[in-house]
């Protein structure tokens, strides 16, 4: 009898569960409202019912859990340290919980690293060995892997690519701080209130708290001078982030997800290529280097959940878990 797979997407906004057989294809799905804010037990006890609820009633094995996370987390201990987005969740041991209780083995990871698994795994970068996975949305994430493994680190903390430092002065300045979503709007409201003109203004009626960065994308696609200067300056800066990416782990793909870079393909793409070939200490960094855009969607921290049971937590080689799916 085939075993099933349970993944479990834990977000600030939604708990997904679903079940998976061993090609990672969908038998079962369901979800519920986080809703962090009703305390830790009542959270756990719906995250459990969500497990439960996709959990195989005849009798099927089930191969183990795995859950998609935002971090800071410990994927060795499965312990949920304190990720921001979810109140009350400090130090919080989830992968013994749910071990207790069904049985399985559990294994947890950060939703960028298990996220750039998956697209390594099943998609954009499938047959890549050396990868670089970054979202841009309303922060930045990352997941490397390097020669065929998941990088997490001693503690599994790796991989922070959103917070390599850009500059240094008058104060330490963290890659998302310059190119996530939340911080274009900032840059354009002040811009406008120092008494740049710009159609953005009117996109909002007037009311520049309402500005968001896909305001700031749909206004940048529109033409709009300031919008294009401010992505033009972030694309640039995540240009700069990855020259030191490209430095450290010499990958063959960059793959990128995220609301802010789906939604300004090119626009912040082209400055970043820019970035990328000006400033890389030669040409071979970047000489065959592909960028792609992700390809699994909002089922990739499903999928990454998944393919954290296949890989033993990240460990096994991303070819042998290729192989098991080309091969169940």
């Not at 795995?66 to 987390?73: D, H, K, N, Y």
């Not at 969740?89 to 992968?95: A, I, Q, R, S």
């Not at 994430?141 to 990088?151: E, F, N, P, V």
């Amino acid at each position: 009898m085939s075993e099933a797979i349970i993944a479990v997407d834990l977000g600030g906004t939604r708990i997904r569960a679903a079940r998976l057989n061993q090609n990672l294809e969908f038998e079962a799905r369901e979800e519920t409202l986080t809703e962090d804010e009703r305390g830790l037990e009542d959270t756990l006890e719906r995250f459990k019912n969500m497990v439960r609820a996709v959990w195989p009633t005849d009798g099927t094995p089930v191969t183990g859990i795995g859950v998609s996370s935002p971090g800071p987390l410990n994927p060795i201990t499965g312990v949920i340290v304190a990720p921001p987005n979810l109140k009350g969740w400090h130090n919080v041991p989830l992968g013994d919980i749910l071990h207790e209780t069904f049985g399985v083995p559990v294994y947890i990871g950060n939703d960028a690293n298990v996220a750039g698994l998956a697209e390594t795994i099943m998609g954009a970068a499938q047959g890549y060995r050396h990868v670089i996975f970054m979202t841009v949305s309303t922060g930045i994430g990352g997941g490397i892997i390097s020669d065929g493994k998941m990088i997490q680190g001693k503690n599994g903390l790796g991989a922070e690519a959103g917070h390599i430092i850009i500059q240094s002065s008058p104060e330490p300045v963290r890659l998302e701080l310059e190119t996530a979503g939340p911080y274009l709007a900032l840059k354009a409201k002040a811009q406008i209130e120092a008494g740049k003109q710009s159609v953005i203004k009117d996109m909002v009626n007037g009311d520049l708290s309402q500005i968001s960065g896909a305001t700031v994308g749909k206004a940048a696609k529109a033409g709009d001078p300031l919008a294009l200067e401010i992505v033009r300056e972030a694309g640039h800066i995540l240009g700069l982030g990855m020259v030191s990416l490209l430095h450290l782990f010499n990958p063959e793909i960059l793959v990128f997800g995220g609301g802010v870079s789906d939604n300004l393909g090119e626009l912040l793409f082209a400055p970043m290529r820019e970035s990328i070939q000006k400033y890389c200490i030669d040409d071979s960094y970047w000489r065959d280097l592909q960028i792609k855009s992700a390809a699994l969607g909002e089922n990739v921290s499903i999928f990454g959940a998944a393919a954290l049971v296949i890989t033993k937590g990240g460990v096994t080689d991303v070819n042998e878990a290729i192989t098991h799916l080309k091969t169940v």
